[in-house]
């Protein structure tokens, strides 16, 4: 049996490094995140204070998007610090709850790290246990859209994150959902993590800061910005109280069908199916998918299959990954007026690539599946091409052939 179709697909919810010449430290391993926004050292002051004067430079080539707890995006560049000659054994820095050491060259002593160009935190230079010197970044005003400067990642769009009082600030934010409660009885939180180095609060508390948003409640909070003036930042966003475990999909749309005996062609048709989709989530990264595909055109064919599927492995800031299919199909096929009847029970194992976020458009995916028979003795294909979010299109293409019979 062979089968050609294009179908619109509904969906609905129930139940549910560069080389230096300098030695660097970075700290431990880090997913590299997309450039979200283009910057430049020159976007940067370093502002110092103490009695030990520090050469501070941004080496702007080693600009990297990194991702803090799976969500939060956040920009780093390498950072050389110079002090006038003396022992490097005396000097230690403090940064990111980590204590790194001095080097002494021939005419200074110095130390290399990666700096987060978006964490207000410090950096704290001691001479033999005494604080000596404290290092600020501040980002420079400059005539831009706020868009340049603003990163709401794209972990928020399914939520519709919405975040007003920004003023032309350097600002990233993340999200990560979260349910509490009874399996298949737990309501959603939605956790927010926010960053910005010209926007702090009171009394200068560590960051990243972090909301566990309940549904249908914004959070206002008072900040501070560079010129010292109190504002209230309002951050909403759109998501049900019960966590829904099962999502499924309705399909409709034409076959170009066609079933023949052996090498007897049979005549091309188009046909209309009727195309069930369910996603049972089981974690995050693993669920239970279902489906079933109904055709009639005076005979009947139907395809239904269960699968464990997982995230095997990611790539570009995890929107590409690679997702196996394993578990089982039942066919069965009616000749028409009473004719010859087949039905299998199969074992196609099978994968899915997805692209979330495709070109660059928020909840968009493009998936490219197929299923190959494990049967030699049974022929069955099954691939598939589908682009779009809650309404999508699917190209799909199948084959199975019994006792001679092909469809």
Not at 57 to 71: D, G, M
Not at 156 to 178: D, Q, R, V
Request: proline letters at 5%.
């Amino acid at each position: 049996m062979k089968w050609l179709a294009l179908f619109l697909m509904l969906s609905s919810f129930h139940c549910l490094a560069q080389n230096d010449s300098i030695p660097s430290i970075s700290f431990g391993p880090m997913v590299i995140g997309e450039n979200r926004i283009p910057l430049q050292a020159s976007d940067f002051i370093i502002r110092t204070n103490g009695d030990l004067p520090v050469e501070a430079n941004l080496q702007e080539e080693t600009l990297q998007w990194i991702r803090y707890n799976k969500t939060l995006l956040l920009p780093r560049m390498k950072i050389v610090l110079k002090v006038p000659k003396e022992s490097a054994a005396r000097l230690h820095v403090i940064y990111g709850g980590k204590t790194l050491l001095f080097q002494q060259d021939k005419d200074f002593s110095f130390i290399s790290f990666y700096f987060s160009l978006f964490d207000p935190s410090p950096i704290s230079i001691f001479r033999q246990g005494k604080l000596a010197s404290t290092l600020r970044l501040d980002s420079r005003n400059r005539k831009s859209a706020e868009q340049e400067r603003t990163l709401i990642d794209y972990s928020c769009a399914p939520y519709g994150l919405n975040i007003t009082g920004i003023n032309n600030e350097f600002f990233s934010a993340g999200c990560l959902s979260t349910h509490q409660g009874n399996f298949g009885d737990e309501t959603s939180t939605l956790e927010v993590l926010w960053i910005s180095p010209d926007l702090e609060l009171a009394g200068n508390p560590p960051a990243p800061y972090v909301i566990n948003m309940k549904a249908g409640i914004p959070a206002q909070i008072e900040v501070e910005d560079k010129k010292g003036e109190i504002r209230t930042l309002t951050i909403s966003a759109n998501f049900p109280h019960r966590f829904h475990r099962l999502k499924t999909a309705l399909g409709f749309g034409p076959y170009i069908y066609q079933s023949f005996e052996s090498k007897i062609e049979g005549k091309r048709t188009y046909a209309f199916p009727i195309m069930l989709y369910g996603n049972l989530t089981l974690a995050p990264s693993s669920s239970i998918r279902f489906f079933d595909a109904f055709i009639y055109n005076k005979s009947n064919f139907n395809n239904a299959g269960a699968y464990f599927a997982y995230d095997l492995g990611s790539a570009l800031d995890n929107r590409f990954k690679i997702i196996p299919l394993l578990g089982l199909q039942a066919i069965s096929f009616r000749q028409a007026d009473g004719g010859k009847s087949y039905s299998s029970l199969l074992y196609p194992q099978g994968f899915e690539f997805v692209y979330s976020h495709a070109f660059g458009l928020k909840n968009y995916s493009l998936v490219y599946g197929m299923f190959i028979s494990t049967a030699s003795s049974e022929p069955y294909k099954n691939l598939w091409i589908r682009f779009g979010r809650k309404v999508f299109g699917e190209l799909n293409y199948i084959s199975w052939k019994k006792n001679g019979h092909y469809a």
